[in-house]
Structure formats: C-alpha cells, structure tokens
C-alpha cells in the first residue's frame, strides 16, 4: 500500500467518532427538550447542563477532527 493511500485511510477512520457525536449531540437535545416540555420551572437548571454535555460531545468531534487533519497534512 502505498503511503498516501494509507493517510488517506487513517484520515477516513480517524473521524469515524463524528458518527457517534452526532448521535450523542441529538440524544443530548432530544432529553432537554423533553425535560422542559415536562417540566418547565426546572429549564433554568437543565438548560446549563444541557449545554455543558453539548459542550463536551462537540469537544469530542474537534479533537477527531484534529486528527484527521493531522494525519492528512502533517504525516
């Protein structure tokens, strides 16, 4: 195998992780929207939470990102 092709492949399994980031960012959303509809006095609390997991699921897909590009350009 040559050494570009196999960039190019570490590169494709390096961001395989943004499959289970967006799936982990729409269950985070998909539960906040439920506990307001269900409670609504409580969104002042479960908004901030909600938005720290986002936080944290994205920082998860920038670092798989980051790696992509490492492997692309820099090996």
């Not at 943004?18 to 307001?36: C, H, M, R």
Request: charged share 10%; no cysteine; glycine share 14%.
């Amino acid at each position: 195998m040559e050494a570009e092709a196999a960039k190019l492949i570490g590169a494709g399994i390096a961001v395989l992780p943004l499959l289970g980031v967006g799936l982990g960012i729409g269950n985070i959303f998909s539960s906040l929207i439920t506990s307001i509809a269900r409670n609504p006095a409580a969104r002042g609390e479960v908004f901030g939470i909600g938005i720290l997991g986002f936080a944290l699921t994205e920082a998860i897909a920038l670092f798989a990102l980051v790696v992509a590009l490492l492997l692309l350009f820099v090996f």
